[in-house]
Nanobody
Framework: QVQLVESGGGLVQAGGSLRLTCVASGRTFSSSIMGWFRQAPGKEREFVATISWSDGSTYYSNSLEGRFTISRDNAKNTLYLQMNNLKPEDTAVYYC???????????WGQGTQVTVSS
């Protein structure tokens, strides 16, 4: 059974930092794209960043202005999202997801809440 388990969310003041963690289990992700998405109250889920599990290539939403960094630790089957200079508009539930080759975004975690106070 595939599981993606996020952690690291919380309440932080504007300008602060958080690091989200996603532990993946249940299958090999070596040919997958891994990603972070977020959903704010009353809004649709939106793309944040992706990383190739195999070669580490990354892609980010233009709206992040270079404040977030996605990374992975293959040995630990773990995905990270380092978030710096957080803004109130970053408040959302953040989801980890996996996109196996040819399969789409078929695996999702339960989400972790990030709240940024002004």
């Amino acid at each position: 059974q595939v599981q993606l388990v996020e952690s690291g969310g919380g309440l932080v003041q504007a300008g602060g930092s958080l690091r989200l963690t996603c532990v993946a289990s249940g299958r090999t992700f070596s040919s997958s794209i891994m990603g972070w998405f977020r959903q704010a109250p009353g809004k649709e889920r939106e793309f944040v960043a992706t990383i190739s599990w195999s070669d580490g290539s990354t892609y980010y939403s233009n709206s992040l202005e270079g404040r977030f960094t996605i990374s992975r630790d293959n040995a630990k089957n773990t995905l990270y999202l380092q978030m710096n200079n957080l803004k109130p508009e970053d408040t959302a539930v953040y989801y980890c997801a996996a996109h196996p080759a040819g399969a789409g975004w078929i695996y999702w975690g339960q989400g972790t809440q990030v709240t940024v106070s002004s």
